[in-house]
């Protein structure tokens, strides 16, 4: 399962990003542990109050848990993952809260973590907190038999690595990375300076421009740069060799907003375009019956889906009140046991006592019988004193 880690401040904000109902369909928080406060919005302003006794600027930290999309996970599969990324980090022992999220299905975990150590009042290192995970990650995925993502396999074994804005780009344009370095290569190998270039580029879908750190290729389609030297595998000096400086050439903001005219010019042509096909099919009328249509269907959608999550809320709630009910009579079922057992074992060891006393110290411990040795012995005393008189 994939783990994203990192230290965060704003107690307010986390709490409500993490109990939002808008971009999530369900929102349950699963534990709440070191903690007095019963809710996890109270959890979270005892870490702040903590934390304003302290200098520690960012007193969270938050992990996200989010497994295959092919795969089910179990709570407790959760739980010893969370174990192991607690050990990982260092974290044992401090106050934390677990919560899940569904959406569109897909159930993902969260966990929140005090930072303060409640003893010293210093903050718990995060250092290499991202190695650390990915090994843990990587552990997770050989144990539960799941396929490893790329980024994931072990060095030997792996390609060119994606990172998180890699993957952004490749979702925004539905293009993948190996599709983007072919265009660019292509474009690449039939020119032969920065202006036959640039037009190769445009012809492919992008634009020439300037970056921080060199030439960069603007997607138009998203307006996503795509530096030069990652994409070609090439030193900054090889490609200055063949284009000279990027000074002349266009800002990424300028070419950014160029991509985004032509983008809003293809969007207009096209609307026209469908515009005049629906207005000659339609003998030159168009009355906007179908755009009513369209839109009661999307009403209608919306409509179902906010009653199925009302529905799947209460049938969550009519869980959790079950399963609770079931827990307290375990409990109770489980204290009225242990308390006959206890009275059992008592009465046994009671009785085990009393046969132990009657047989290795006699009637030593009767009342009576030494009382009758002490006068006994009164008797033999005062016997003695007058035969030494």
Not at 34 to 40: H, I, N, P, V
Not at 240 to 246: C, D, N
Not at 368 to 381: P, T
């Amino acid at each position: 399962m994939i783990l994203k880690g990192s230290t965060r401040k704003g107690g307010r904000n986390l709490s409500d990003h993490m109990l939002n109902e808008q971009d999530n369909d369900h929102v349950e928080v699963h534990e709440l542990r070191g903690f007095a406060a019963e809710t996890f919005p109270g959890a979270v302003q005892e870490i702040d109050a903590l934390a304003k006794g302290t200098r520690v600027q960012k007193a969270f930290y938050s992990l996200s848990l989010n497994p295959p999309e092919t795969e089910n996970v179990s709570e407790r599969d959760f739980e010893n993952a969370i174990e192991k990324c607690e050990k990982a980090l260092g974290l044992q022992g401090q106050p934390r809260a677990i919560l899940f999220h569904e959406k569109e299905g897909r159930r993902h975990a969260h966990v929140i973590w005090s930072r303060i150590d409640p003893d010293t009042l210093k903050a718990k290192s995060n250092s290499n907190d991202r190695y650390k995970l990915r090994e843990v990650s990587r552990e997770l995925y050989r144990q539960h038999g799941w396929k490893m993502p790329p980024g994931l396999a072990a060095r030997e074994d792996k390609g060119a690595s994606k990172d998180h804005g890699e993957q952004s780009v490749e979702k925004r344009s539905d293009v993948n990375l190996e599709d983007h370095q072919r265009l660019i290569r292509e474009a690449w190998d039939r020119s032969d300076d920065a202006q036959s270039l640039a037009v190769a580029l445009e012809q492919n879908g992008y634009i020439l421009a300037h970056g921080k750190r060199g030439h960069v290729a603007v997607d138009i389609t998203t307006g996503d740069p795509h530096a030069l030297t990652r994409r070609l595998g090439l030193k900054k000096k090889e490609v200055e060799a063949k284009l000279g400086p990027p000074a002349g050439l266009p800002t990424v903001e300028a070419a950014k907003k160029q991509a985004a005219e032509r983008r809003r010019a293809k969007q207009d042509a096209e609307k026209a375009k469908t515009t005049r096909e629906a207005r000659s099919q339609s003998g030159h009328r168009f009355d906007g019956s179908r755009a009513d249509q369209t839109k009661k269907r999307h009403d209608e959608a919306r409509k179902q889906l906010a009653a199925m999550k009302d529905q799947q809320r209460k049938e969550r709630r009519e869980l959790v009140r079950r399963q609770k009910a079931e827990r307290d009579a375990q409990e109770k079922d489980f204290v009225a046991k242990l308390s006959s057992e206890i009275q059992r074992g008592f009465k046994i060891a009671t009785a085990h006592l009393l046969r132990l006393r009657d047989q290795f110290m006699g009637k030593d411990n009767d009342f009576e019988a030494r009382q009758r040795i002490i006068e006994a012995r009164q008797r033999l005393e005062d016997k003695h004193s007058v035969e030494r008189d």
